[in-house]
């Protein structure tokens, strides 16, 4: 039996506490414009808790396969990575409940979830490989592809054939832990309309060049975050959305314009365009798969646009419906993107 990075212990409460203020999460995956033209499958992977998306303990995990010739399982690799991510971050959404401290919460965050997951993704890794060795022809087409050198190096490190990056969020009540190794995005949102990003920048990320769950010593490159929770909007990205844009201020702009649909109407408001709309994104930016989850407090959003300096965008306004139905409307964000 698994034990859990927090111990078990009997509560007292003395007084019943107030209903939280309910998350909720939207959140899909799109092939890549590029991946679509060579009939690639999907290489990223998307999962949150609970799976109805709705709660007072939410938790996300977005993944991007590398998708190079050496890692061509990362599909595979990336859905065993959110696997991982989900069933880990069930315990911090259960250490609230339990009444667990913040300090311990955050020691453990920093002590034990990056052996944790990187172990758990490689059990994961090796019971794949047991059902379905590396076959010959699979070994030969890199070695195709890429030289005799790179199909040694799989043979050698077969985690390589998995490859994925992880981004990790739990957002509770009271606190805010993420995680990540890899490239991607995580940004918050607070209820006074200050945009953040919980992790510093990885300056080992250039280019194409970035960490990865197959890595030798995986858990020496995850970057973890720990704060106390005043988020109205968290936004979890595979890199395809934030490369489809020219610069930082685009991308951020992307998330900002969809508050107002957001606080007005709620996430369902935005649910049936998100697919089309990172579709889009590849197509006229990245050429990438995209994955995207948004998860928002829409009462604490609600604050945002009415707080003055508000972060909304001005012409979001002749996008909104008119009338006061919760029928989705299309706006799709104008953010300047790359070419392809």
Same mark, same amino acid.
Request: charged letters at 25%; glycine letters at 8%; a neutral charge.
């Given at each position: ?13 003395i ?30 992977? =998307? ?37 991982? @991510? ?15 401290? /913040? ?12 052996? !944790?997951?990187?172990? @758990?993704?490689?059990? !994961? ?5 047991a ?7 699979? /070994? ?10 790179? !199909? ?5 490190n077969? =985690?390589l054939? =998995?490859?994925?990056?992880?981004? @990790? ?7 805010l832990?993420?995680?990540?190794? @890899? ?15 919980? /992790? ?18 995986a ?54 365009? /998100?697919?089309?709309w ?21 009462s ?41």
């Amino acid at each position: 039996m698994r034990l859990s990075i927090f111990p078990r212990r009997r509560i007292m409460r003395i007084k019943r506490r107030a209903l939280p203020e309910s998350w909720s999460v939207i959140g899909t995956t799109v092939v890549g414009a590029s991946h679509r033209r060579a009939g690639i499958q999907n290489q990223d992977a =998307y999962g949150c808790l609970p799976r109805s998306g709705k709660g007072p303990r939410v938790a996300i995990a977005v993944a991007d396969g590398h998708g190079s010739a050496k890692c061509f399982r990362s599909d595979a690799g990336a859905r065993l990575a959110v696997d991982v @991510g989900l069933e880990l971050a069930r315990e911090f959404l259960d250490a609230e409940s339990r009444g667990t401290s /913040l300090s311990l919460v955050k020691a453990r965050l920093e002590t034990d979830v990056p052996t !944790r997951l990187v172990r @758990g993704w490689r059990q !994961r890794v090796d019971e794949d490989l047991a059902l379905r060795p590396l076959s010959d022809p699979e /070994l030969g087409t890199v070695a195709e592809k890429d030289g005799h050198p790179a !199909r040694t190096a799989v043979e050698q490190n077969p =985690y390589l054939a =998995y490859g994925s990056t992880l981004l @990790g969020v739990v957002a509770t009540e009271s606190f805010l832990v993420v995680w990540q190794i @890899g490239d991607g995005d995580i940004v918050t949102l607070s209820a006074d309309g200050c945009v953040e990003r919980p /992790l510093p920048r990885d300056d080992r990320l250039i280019a194409n060049e970035t960490t990865s769950l197959c890595t030798p010593e995986a858990w020496r490159h995850f970057r973890v975050a720990f704060m106390r929770n005043d988020a109205a909007l968290i936004l979890v990205s595979s890199d395809g959305l934030s490369n489809s844009f020219a610069d930082e201020a685009g991308f951020l702009k992307f998330g900002t314009d969809l508050v107002p649909t957001i606080a007005s109407h709620g996430l369902a408001a935005i649910r049936p365009q /998100l697919g089309r709309w990172l579709r889009r994104m590849s197509d006229e930016g990245s050429g990438d798969d995209i994955s995207l989850a948004v998860a928002c407090r829409r009462s604490a959003l609600g604050r945002v646009t009415s707080a003055a300096g508000s972060v909304v965008h001005a012409e979001m306004a002749d996008e909104q419906p008119a009338s006061s139905s919760t029928a989705a409307p299309d706006p799709l964000p104008r953010a300047e993107v790359t070419d392809p």
